[in-house]
T-cell receptor, first 115, second 112 residues
Framework: ETGVTQSPTHLIKTRGQQVTLRCSSQ?????VSWYQQALGQGPQFIFQ???????GRGNFPPRFSGLQFPNYSSELNVNALELDDSALYLC??????????????FGPGTRLLVL | DQQVKQNSPSLSVQEGRISILNCDYT??????FLWYKKYPAEGPTFLIS???IKDKNEDGRFTVFLNKSAKHLSLHIVPSQPGDSAVYFC???????????WGAGTKLIIKP
């Protein structure tokens, strides 16, 4: 059973650019959630995908978008990068919808730096 | 507006003693509370949880206490071990949409 993996591990971009972050969910999991963790803060919920459809979104602008593929892997896309987008981006997978936080597994994250 | 607050950025405890990590919340719409542990370069891992209808939940060395009237919860680790050194996050779940709101974390250091 493979765990949650994320790529790349680190990334440096400049303001205005676009970025795509990737997440492979744990085997058998069909739900993926994305979080943003700024330095010194706790993770903030961006959105969740269940069976390829968005199922809930936090307080993030539309330039944050996502996709989930038939194999349940997922992408987070951020357009028009801003300096405040610099953060650790965490992906978490689980089986089924909400209420399963105990069985939600996190990847190690992608560290994004926007200059 | 921080709805979940962990006021201690760090805590240092002697090995073998009790570690007590605290968390305060402001919203009465939370129905479930969780603690996560995070090591450097790894994602958070679930540690223990408690429903809002309970006041205590225990799992081995870990116990979570919930005081609803004070909107306060705490995580007790006893006895503390070197492997417990990590950042601990408190998270609260909205009953309506199951979204988790996280605290900023407390870095626990267990001294040998």
């Amino acid at each position: 059973e493979t765990g949650v993996t994320q790529s790349p591990t680190h990334l440096i971009k400049t303001r205005g650019q676009q970025v795509t972050l990737r997440c492979s969910s744990q085997s058998g999991h069909n739900t993926v959630s994305w979080y943003q963790q700024a330095l010194g803060q706790g993770p903030q919920f961006i959105f969740q995908y269940y069976r390829e459809e968005e199922n809930g979104r936090g307080n993030f602008p539309p330039r944050f978008s996502g996709l989930q593929f038939p194999n349940y892997s997922s992408e987070l896309n951020v357009n028009a990068l801003e300096l405040d987008d610099s953060a650790l981006y965490l992906c978490a997978s689980s089986l089924g919808l909400a209420g399963r936080e105990e069985t939600q597994y996190f990847g190690p994250g992608t560290r994004l730096l926007v200059l | 507006d921080q709805q979940v607050k962990q006021n201690s950025p760090s805590l240092s405890v002697q090995e073998g003693r009790i570690s007590i990590l605290n968390c305060d919340y402001t919203n009465s719409m939370f129905d479930y509370f969780l603690w996560y542990k995070k090591y450097p370069a790894e994602g958070p891992t679930f540690l223990i949880s408690i429903s809002s209808i309970k006041d205590k939940n225990e799992d081995g060395r870990f116990t979570v206490f919930l005081n609803k009237s004070a909107k306060h919860l705490s995580l007790h680790i006893v006895p503390s071990q070197p492997g417990d050194s990590a950042v601990y996050f408190c998270a609260a779940r909205y009953y309506s949409n199951y979204q988790l709101i996280w605290g900023a974390g407390t870095k626990l250091i267990i001294k040998p």
